[in-house]
């Protein structure tokens, strides 16, 4: 897997990560969500240098204009539902992708710190051929995203698979790059050293799914 940590170059989006971060910054969820929602452009904007692109002639009041648009026929994944705000930021720079969503969560067992990955929702067009953005703002211990990739080859082999993610724990992002080829690329605004015994990312910046839509009701 090839990583591309946005971190390692001082940009705006580290003023963006530091607010969401940030435990009294964090108490406004609208702001959380439009932090996540400007991290994901960020992120989109950095992989579509990756991306193929052809040459197009653009007609102006003036005259003609060369231009330079990407081909790739695009589908972006989110992860229900932390994932809606990373997709929405996404989308705003990919307006033609199509769209899929599933539900991945975590089932502990028998309340003890040990938990399988739960999918029970998907919906995806087809990804035969296709450019495939894989959306999960947190890569803990990295088991939902490869379950989700797994969940995902019935509807076809992607051309390419792009994972774009905000923080990862480093034992997540060793485990998916264990687990996947050198041909995805993983896009993400920093990788923290710490997964604790619950399976938080540390210092991360805790729920994001929560932190974003309020507290969910535990099964």
Avoid at 161 to 187: P, R, T
Wanted: hydrophobic share 35%; charged share 20%.
């Amino acid at each position: 897997m090839q990583i591309h940590n946005l971190s390692k170059t001082p940009s705006l989006l580290d003023t963006f990560m530091s607010e969401i971060r940030d435990k009294n910054i964090q108490k406004d969820s609208m702001r959380f969500r439009r932090n996540i929602e400007r991290i994901g452009e960020i992120l989109g904007y950095e992989l579509s240098k990756f991306l193929s692109f052809s040459e197009k002639n653009t007609e102006t009041p003036l005259g003609t204009s060369n231009t330079k648009q990407y081909t790739n026929d695009i589908v972006l994944c989110s992860i229900l539902r932390a994932g809606l705000p990373l997709h929405n930021g996404l989308l705003n720079y990919f307006d033609n992708a199509e769209n899929a969503f599933i539900s991945a969560y975590r089932k502990h067992i028998d309340n003890t710190n040990e938990f399988d990955i739960i999918i029970e929702y998907l919906t995806c067009p087809d990804l035969e051929g296709k450019t495939l953005l894989l959306a999960d703002p947190m890569i803990a211990s990295g088991q939902s995203i490869y379950a989700t990739l797994e969940a995902l080859k019935p509807f076809g082999t992607p051309k390419e698979i792009h994972l774009i993610s905000v923080i990862g724990a480093q034992q997540g992002v060793d485990y998916i790059n264990e687990k996947v080829g050198d041909n995805i690329h993983l896009w993400i605004a920093n990788i923290d050293d710490e997964l604790n015994n619950q399976g938080y990312i540390i210092p991360g910046l805790g729920d994001a799914g929560d932190l974003a839509f309020g507290s969910k009701l535990q099964k």
